[in-house]
Every structure is written in C-alpha cells, then in structure tokens.
C-alpha cells in the first residue's frame, strides 16, 4: 500500500560525507513529519532528525551542526545530508514517515519505516 525505499549508504571514511535518500510511494493522501532513525550492533533505535511538513527541523547533541535533513513534498522524498562522519555514526539508518491515509471521506495517520540502510564509517 505505501512503500518507504531508501539509497544512499555505503563505507565512507572519517570525516567524510554521505547524502541518505528516502522516497514515499503508495496511496497517499499527504505525508506529515518525516524522519531519519538510526541502530547500531547492540543498541537501541535513536533519533537523528526529524522534519515536519512546515519544514521544522530536529536534531540531537550528537549529530547537530554535521547533519541537515531536508525533503521535497513534491516528490514525497526526505533526505539526510551527514558531513564531518565519525566512527560512531556507524549504523543502519532508517526513514520514518507520517502519512495520511484516505479512509472513506476521512483520512488516518500511519506510521511507516523504510527497510533500512547501512553507513559505516571507517579507515
């Protein structure tokens, strides 16, 4: 019904950059707030960025001011642009979308994850 496909990852070298895309296809009536996640081997799930329909953007400590989300609502597409990469940055990073579903002469909101991508940022 709604698909979240990702491209972009791959082996970088520290302080490296990396540029994540993420395109929304399916029956969509409009898409929300979009989001980048990310798991390392042995943790859990975290926050990288998030941005709304608006355009407001999120980011945690870890990743502010080397990372910038950004997305096109024309073309249903979130993208990561991630610089300055370290080591710990390695993980599986995942897109996250909230999308409104029709539902008869209303709509609903759902939630939707991407398969996932791998960065590894290594020497």
């Known amino acids: 019904q709604v698909q979240l496909v990702e491209s972009g990852g791959g082996l970088v070298q520290p302080g490296g950059s990396l540029r994540l895309s993420c395109a929304a296809s399916?029956?969509?009536?409009?898409?929300?707030?979009m989001g980048w996640y990310r798991q390392a081997p042995g943790k859990q799930r975290e926050l990288v960025a998030t941005?709304?329909?608006?355009?407001?953007?999120n980011y945690p400590d870890s990743v502010k001011g080397r990372f910038t989300i950004s997305r096109d609502n024309a073309k249903n597409a979130v993208y990561l642009q991630m610089s300055s990469l370290k080591p710990e940055d390695t993980a599986v990073y995942y897109c996250?979308?909230?999308?409104?579903?029709?539902?008869?002469?209303?709509?609903?909101?759902?939630?939707?994850w991407g398969q996932g991508t791998q960065v590894t940022v290594s020497s």
């Open positions: 941005i709304t329909s608006g355009g407001s953007t």
């Open positions: 996250n979308a909230e999308i409104f579903l029709r539902v008869g002469r209303s709509t609903d909101l759902y939630d939707y």
């Open positions: 399916g029956s969509i009536f409009s898409i929300h707030a």
